[in-house]
């Protein structure tokens, strides 16, 4: 079983790549990842790691919509979303999260 760590590594070169940097991620790929908790927030983590920080805000909305509202990890934890914690976005973000979690 691969971990987040390993998948998240993977997706960060897939989105570096040359193909990638010339027509994105397909839309396909997002409509896959768009039914899925877990996989949407691996998504918005590639993204922060690449610094497309619009994506990544849109993914992390995306997966605590789909339930993922542990503040804590969101916010302290989790080492692929360090770089867009500072994103002024972000912060209403985990507002949300904790309101939902309520």
């Known amino acids: 079983m691969l971990t987040r760590s390993a998948i998240l590594v ?4 897939a989105l570096t790549s040359a193909a990638c940097q010339q027509v994105g991620v397909t839309g396909r ?6 039914w899925d908790d877990i996989w949407s927030l691996l998504l918005a983590g590639g993204y922060a790691q690449i610094g497309a920080n619009e994506r990544a805000i ?3 909305d995306h997966a605590i919509d789909y339930g993922i509202c542990t503040v ?3 916010s302290e934890r989790d080492p692929f979303l360090a770089k867009l914690r500072s994103d002024e976005r972000f912060g209403p973000l985990m507002e949300k999260a904790s309101r939902l979690s309520e």
């Open 10 to 13: 993977a997706l960060t070169m």
């Open 72 to 74: 804590r990890y969101l």
């Open 29 to 34: 790929l997002e409509q896959a990842v768009w």
């Open 58 to 60: 849109h993914w992390v």
